[in-house]
Structure formats: structure tokens, C-alpha cells
């Protein structure tokens, strides 16, 4: 069955680095779409980056662009996203998520797997 799960989260001072991995299980990259989604406490779940199925082509959020950087291994199934220059703003849990077909928005909505998500916490 389709399983995805995060790793790679941590306690980070603000300038540094992390790479979030997202081990997957059950279905073939070459068919879901993979984002990554973050939620800060009382704040909603918003799209961070996403892979495109289709082509592999990549989306980031604005806030994050420049910054952080996905890609995808299809040889382990796992997509990574490499995150550089952290600022306390980018502290959340981390989720990793699988959309059947290549489209690949920032909408949770479009998202039918979910990993359990790590925690990112960064401090100024």
C-alpha cells in the first residue's frame, strides 16, 4: 500500500541547513505527484514545494524560493528537500504528500496520501 514517511527534521539555528527526506512506498514516482507542506501552530497547512509526475518539473512558494530546492530519487522512491538559510519563520511541522496523476499544486485538497510529518524548528 502507498506509504510516505518523513525524516530529517531537527532544532536549527536560523542561517543554517537540513534536508528532509521523504521515503516512499507502494506506487511509482513516474505516477504521483510529490509535495511538501508545512503547518505552524495555529497557522494552516500550506504547500512548500512540489515534483511534477509529468516531468519532474518543480514549484516553489515564494517564501521559500531561491532557498529551498526538491528532487527525487526514483531509484530509493524518495524525494528530498534540501533547505538552506533557515529562518525562524520557516518552523513547522513538515509533511510530505502523494497526488495521483502529474499535476502538482498547493492545494491539500489535491493530495490523497500524507506522510506523518516532522518537526523543523528554527531559532534566531
Known amino acids: 500500500e502507498v506509504q510516505l514517511v518523513e525524516s530529517g527534521g531537527g532544532l536549527v539555528q536560523a542561517g543554517t541547513s537540513l534536508r528532509l527526506s521523504c521515503a516512499t512506498s507502494g506506487f511509482s514516482l513516474d505516477n504521483y505527484a510529490i509535495g511538501w507542506f508545512r503547518q505552524a501552530p495555529g497557522k494552516e497547512r500550506e504547500g512548500v514545494s512540489s515534483i511534477s509526475s509529468r516531468d519532474g518539473g518543480a514549484y516553489y512558494a515564494d517564501s521559500v524560493k531561491g532557498r529551498f530546492t526538491i528532487s527525487s530519487d526514483s531509484a530509493r522512491n524518495t524525494v528530498y528537500l534540501q533547505m538552506n538559510n533557515l529562518k525562524p519563520e520557516d518552523t513547522a511541522v513538515y509533511y510530505c504528500?502523494?497526488?495521483?496523476?502529474?499535476?502538482?499544486?498547493?492545494?491539500?485538497?489535491?493530495?490523497?496520501?500524507w506522510g506523518q510529518g516532522t518537526q523543523v524548528t528554527v531559532s534566531s
Open positions: 504528500a502523494a497526488s495521483y496523476g502529474w499535476t502538482a499544486g498547493f492545494s491539500v485538497y489535491e493530495y490523497e496520501y
